[in-house]
C-alpha cells in the first residue's frame, strides 16, 4: 500500500485525492495547502487524512511514498525537487514545468535517486486514446499521414500560461502516444485579440519525417466547446470526439490512393475509397483513475510510467519551440534535443 500526500487543493486536487483515496494499491494521508478554507474542505471530507499548511511539511512526512503536485506550474520544479530529494516518487500536474531546462533536472535527479516522475496528461490515460494508440500499433491505420485537432470553448484565462500550455499540451501528450516517430520541426501563431497580455488564440504544427504533419488550434474565445481529433492514416482514418457521450471514437475505412494514369505519364491519378464506419467499445472508466492505477504499479515496481518524466520534458520542449515560434511569427524551429 502506497502512502500518498497530495500539494495543492484547489482545482485539481480534489480529484488526484478522490482516486488515490479510491484505488486499491493506495490510500492519502496529508494534503498539503495554503488556504485555511481548502484545508477545512479536505477535514470535512476526509478526516482521518492530515493537513498541513506548508508543502515542506508534508514533503517532510516520513510516511509518505509519493507526492503529487497539483499547484501552479511556476511552483512545479522547486516541489518536485524537494519530495525527490526527499526519496519520493512524484506525480506533477501538467505540464511538468515551466521550462526543459527545469524538466531536464528533474529528470536527471530522479534517475539518480531510483525514483520515478510520471506527468499527470491524463488524455493519455482515457479508453479512447489508449484505443487510437492500440488501433496505431496494430498497423489498421497503416501509414500515420496526419493528426488534426480542434480544442476551443469560452475557457478560463489563465494567469501563468497562455493557450499553447494550458490546451496544447494536451495534443502533445496524445501525439507522444500515437504518432510513432518523433517530430522534426515545429512551427505556431498566436493572438491575443482581448490585449490581455496572454494568447488566447494559437495554431501550432508539428512536422515529421515523410511529410506527415500534425495540427493543433486552440482558442479560449469559442463559443462552443469542441474537442475533436481526426488521425488520418493511408489504410483508415479515426475522428476523436471527446464530447460524444456514447461514440468517441469512429473508425473509417476510407482514404485516398494514387496512381499512375496511363493517359499521362507525369499525371497521377487520384482514387478514392469508401468502406464502413465502426465504433468500437472503448472502456469508459474514469481516465484518471486508470493514471492512479497505473502510478501505483509504476512506482510500486519502481518502473517508468507511460507518461514519464522523460515524455514530460519532451512536451516542454515542443511548447517551448512552439512559443518560440509564435513570437517569430511562425517561424519554422528545428526540434533539436528530444
Known amino acids: 500500500m502506497l502512502n500518498y500526500g497530495i500539494v495543492g487543493y484547489g482545482y485539481w486536487g480534489p480529484n488526484l485525492t478522490r482516486v488515490f483515496n479510491q484505488a486499491a494499491g493506495s490510500k492519502v494521508v496529508a494534503v498539503a495547502d495554503q488556504l485555511a478554507a481548502n484545508r477545512a474542505k479536505v477535514k470535512g471530507l476526509y478526516p482521518a487524512i492530515d493537513v498541513y499548511s506548508e508543502a515542506s511539511e508534508l514533503i517532510a512526512d516520513t510516511r509518505i511514498d509519493a507526492v503529487a503536485i497539483a499547484t ?15 526519496g519520493k516518487h512524484v506525480i506533477v500536474e501538467k505540464p511538468l514545468c515551466a521550462s526543459s531546462d527545469d524538466a531536464a533536472r528533474l529528470v536527471d535527479l530522479a534517475a539518480r535517486r531510483n525514483l520515478q516522475i510520471l506527468v499527470d496528461h491524463t488524455f493519455v490515460y482515457t ?6 494508440n492500440e488501433v496505431v500499433t496494430a498497423n489498421k491505420l497503416g501509414r500515420v499521414l496526419y493528426y488534426d ?4 470553448n469560452l475557457g478560463l484565462y489563465q494567469q501563468d500560461m497562455n493557450v499553447i500550455w494550458d490546451l496544447v499540451v494536451h495534443d502533445l501528450a496524445i501525439l507522444s502516444s500515437v504518432m510513432p516517430r518523433r517530430p522534426e520541426a515545429v512551427s505556431a501563431i498566436y493572438a491575443d485579440p482581448l490585449k490581455t497580455g496572454v494568447p488566447g488564440i494559437a495554431y501550432v504544427t508539428l512536422f515529421y519525417p515523410d511529410n506527415v504533419v500534425a495540427h493543433m488550434h486552440a482558442s479560449w474565445l469559442a463559443p462552443v466547446k469542441i474537442r475533436q481529433v481526426v488521425l488520418g492514416g493511408d489504410k483508415s482514418m479515426i475522428v476523436y470526439d471527446d464530447l460524444n ?3 468517441k471514437i469512429r473508425i473509417y475505412d476510407k482514404g485516398v490512393e ?3 494514369s496511363p493517359e499521362q ?4 491519378k487520384v482514387e478514392y475509397r469508401h468502406g464502413d464506419m465502426l465504433a468500437p467499445q472503448v472502456e ?3 481516465a484518471l483513475a486508470v493514471m492512479a492505477d497505473h502510478a501505483n504499479h509504476c512506482f510500486d515496481k519502481n518502473i517508468a510510467p507511460i507518461t514519464s518524466g522523460e515524455v514530460g520534458m519532451r512536451i516542454v520542449r515542443l511548447l517551448e519551440l512552439a512559443d518560440r515560434s509564435a513570437q517569430r511569427n511562425g517561424e519554422v524551429l528545428r526540434v533539436e534535443a528530444w
Do not use: C, F, N, W
Open 72 to 86: 501552479p506550474i511556476s511552483t512545479h520544479y522547486a516541489l518536485a525537487t524537494a519530495a525527490l530529494e526527499a
Open 127 to 132: 479508453g479512447a486514446v489508449r484505443k487510437m
Open 149 to 152: 485537432s480542434i480544442r476551443i
Open 245 to 247: 457521450p456514447s461514440e
Open 258 to 260: 494514387l496512381a499512375p
Open 265 to 268: 505519364a507525369y499525371a497521377l
Open 284 to 286: 469508459s472508466r474514469e
